[in-house]
């Protein structure tokens, strides 16, 4: 129970609320008059009304103030202030409607200016939570009225800040909701600014609320168009004064509005730590308050805890926290409005620790109660039917399962795509998607290696479609932001894209309006409206579906970013060329599973024992010798044979049949499996011996590409895009490259003796810090000048004209040019994915600060500015650091995918890229040797090409220093796309 203290605090808190009501319609009286000028009859009501709210006795709260209004009088205008506690109270409880409703009686006593503007306000806010933008718009135009009588007024010099920032917020309230996030972004801006102004010259209670929300609406705006350095840098100029204001106030609700978003933000720039902790920090500032109004708010805390712990499999936490949850929404009772005991994701945790029984009863309720709430079309009942599969095969009900899961994945793609605008579709959804298709893909690899199964021929190649929707789903939402961000040049392509995006932002609002509407229960007053929300969205995706239609029939390439479709194992092996296989690999939560393809032959499919968390592990080891921490000396780790023995015995023997024979190997791997270049792994037993030379033993291993030129791809999709490209004149230039960039003005001298490689170590300190690009975090790449002069001079290039080097390797310089006439284009910098630079929340190459080369441009090369280069390479090459392997706390390796996948779109057909952290010499010779063989032998293809090259490379060394027969050496390039 709270104390006595805690409860006068709260009273007083909430009669500084009546005074706000009451302040705002006398418009001109100082505000600390403004709270004792109520009626004492009203006070009275107001009082009684605020202490059954505090015991906890709504029912009690809403008959006073009915019977308030009775007794006062319906129509009187002493009745404002109870009308205002009355929507109020009914805007707590999910009920729009009846707020609504309250609100327009409430118009009718408004006779103050001041009145009559927050009436306006409050309606033009709540009409677009029941998309009624009709009404909304009459409501807008109404308060524009009204803002116009009150400038007359005298008290505007020192009142007229607060109400343009009321107005502002409005606006952007509706603009939200509509889907127009650029303008609801300048209104959010606009309101925060008047706020500013009002608290800059006197405390204002209206003004501190405008200041919180516009904050938090600014935020999630932001989000949605995937601006998260934008929305970082909001977080850090508004905190310190909400902060201060909570304090000041002893109002930690507003430090808890703009915090949700903010840790949103953090999660979506893939910092989870730092969201833990502040999540963690809110829940230590309200949970003293001892009620049931700061107990709501902590499980809402608990629960983005509880998905935080899920992101980073931490299953046991992730469950104690969403039973700590329920307990409090049961001790709560009525008190506890739209929050419902049990989402999916707790029954999915309860599958991840071993308790399938539960799970199952838990998601049998949860889809009872979704079907009584949603209907066909909703997202929120199509992800309950596939969690319900998932926990189904759990219980090892197969057929039940597989029924629930192939009728509700399908669904839930079709509506995910066509909501990815929506509130919560970014970092959140995606993992929930990507839980519920392992599920789904766990139950088809049991089937597909069931040879008795009647499932079998359809859950392989089911099997092998979801795993590259899976592949893809971390990156796709980034694709898709920055494909909407891109630079188009095509007009035609502009416009019907546009239209597809303003499409989806609509859908994905009203979709979240709708389900946050129904998430609080069936509330009869309201099913007219849910009924006319629901045939808006059904008229919605019909015409997001025919603009798609458009799109794909128009341009296949950009629908294809935008809503890649999965290849099938017939189409994925009619794309195949003589001699080439393909091997599909997904690890996942129990099993992997694995494909080879090779034309003319029926797949092989093999369901390996070891699951993903076993190939990260042995992926993370392998990489210790490969990219250790040392950045000069000559002795690496030692080399894990037994690992990489095994690794090839677990994923690639059991599939042999499917791929032996062929001379290329075209790897699709997943998760990260996609940091490891699969040519390490050896095809049998192996031990180092000794050698005069250091590393030289190591040239005569059975390492896989001996017998395999290998290349990856990022999805099947991808592989499938690229092999339809149609065949076009080659380019008419052989090479331009870029490199060498001046990031800072630290002086750099290249060692003359030791093993030199190209690091890139960003100062934890200052990405936890700051939030803006900072180049001074960047090494300089001097001896990357070389490398490209060597090459240059291998293809004939034009040196002076197509190397662009220092400042000249501007973004600017880039971007103007015509990149199209080359067949080559490198960059040799540093590649950076998303999260991996302050600041940084896509993946980018680093190219010239543009304060040293005095560009116009951030500097950035990100990857929406490269979905809109223009491009005719059969090679991109990025020659620097670890591009291709990039770990960032969430998504390193999908980053570099959505990097390629932009690579791609813009007209490259292969990309060479970085595994780790590459030594100088060794890195240039196999760079040059990889295109002089290539100019050599014009029919080689370009992954036999990096095959002979890195085979020749084992045979080198570095004076009688060391041989380059270790896999640092010879492996760190990787070719990702078309390899022939």
Known sequence: MPSRGSRNMKKTFRRSLAGLALAAAGCGIVWAQERTSLPPAVQQIVDRALAAREGGDTAGELAVLEAGINTIGAESPDSFVLYQRLGEYYADRGNVYQSIQIAERQSKVAKLPGQEFLVRVKLASLYPNLFQMGKAKKALADLQAVMTRLRALPVWSRQGDYWQAGAAWANATYLSRAGHLKDAEVAWRTCLSFAEKQLATAEHQGAQFYLVDCTAGLLGSLVAAGKLAEAGAVIAQQQPEIDRLATKMRRPSLRYRVALPAGRVLLEQGRLKEARAAFESLQRDIEGAGNAEASMRI????????????????????????????????????????????????????????????????????????????????????????????????NGDKEAALAELRVAIPKVLALSNGERSAPDGGVLRTARLGWMLDGYLMLLGELAADANSPHRAFAQDEAFRMADVARGSVVQRALAVAASRASIKDPVLAETAGREQDLQREIGQLADGLANLLSRGSLQEQDAVVAEMRNNLIALRQRHGEVSQELARRFPDYASLIDPRPVSLDAARAALKPGEAMVSIYPGSTHTLVWALTA??????????????????????????????????????????????????????????????????????????????????????????????????????????????VSQMPSVVAFAALRSMPATAPAARPFVGIGDPVFNLASVTAPTRGMVRRNLSLKPAAVNTENRINFDLLPQLPDTAVELRDIAKVLAADGERDILLQKAASE????????????????????????????????????????LSGDSEDGMLTMEEILGLKLKADWV????????????????????????????????????????????????????????????????????????????????????????????????????????
């Open 299 to 394: 499980a809402i805390v608990r629960i983005n805890l509880a998905l935080i712990d899920m992101l980073e499999e931490r299953w046991p936490q992730a469950l104690a926290r969403f039973e700590e949850r329920a307990a409090v929404l049961r001790q709560a009772g009525a008190q506890r409005g739209n929050l419902g005991d049990y989402p999916p994701e707790y029954a999915y945790t309860l599958v991840r620790v071993g308790r399938a029984g539960e799970a199952l009863e838990l998601m049998r309720r949860i889809v009872k109660s979704r079907q009584g709430l949603f209907d066909e079309q909703s997202l929120s009942t199509w992800e309950g039917r596939a969690f319900l599969g998932v926990a189904l095969a759990a």
């Open 877 to 980: 090459v990025l020659s620097a650091c670890n591009t291709a392997a990039a770990d960032s706390n969430l998504g390193g390796a999908e980053s570099f995918s959505g990097l390629g996948r932009a690579f791609f779109f813009a007209g490259a057909r292969a990309l060479l890229a970085t595994s780790w952290a590459v030594e100088t010499e060794s890195a240039r010779l196999l760079t040059t040797d990889t295109f002089r063989r290539q100019l050599a032998q014009p029919g080689m293809s370009r992954a036999v090409a990096l095959q002979q090259a890195a085979l020749g490379l084992m045979q080198k060394s570095a004076g009688k220093e060391y041989s380059y027969a270790h896999p640092m050496f010879w492996a760190p390039f990787v070719l990702v796309g078309d390899g022939s």
């Open 600 to 709: 003319g032959r029926p797949p092989a499919f093999a369901l390996a024992t070891v699951n993903g968390a076993a190939v990260a592990d042995a992926v993370r080891s392998l990489r210790q010798a490969l990219d250790p921490n040392a950045t000069s000396g000559n002795t690496l780790p030692r080399f894990d044979s037994a690992r990489a023995h095994g690794l090839y015995s677990q994923l690639l023997q059991p599939v042999e049949a499917g791929w032996s024979g062929a001379r290329e190997l075209i790897v699709v791997p997943h998760g990260k499996l996609a940091q490891l270049p699969l040519g390490t792994l050896l095809t049998a037993p192996w031990q180092a011996g000794k050698s005069s030379l250091l590393y030289a033993d190591m040239a005569q291993a059975p390492w896989l590409l001996r017998q395999l030129a």
């Open 812 to 851: 600017s310089r880039v971007k103007a040019a015509d990149l199209a006439a080359y067949r080559v284009v490198m960059f040799a910098t540093h590649g950076l994915m998303s999260g991996e630079m302050p600041g940084l929340y896509q993946p980018a190459l680093a190219l010239s600060n543009p304060q």
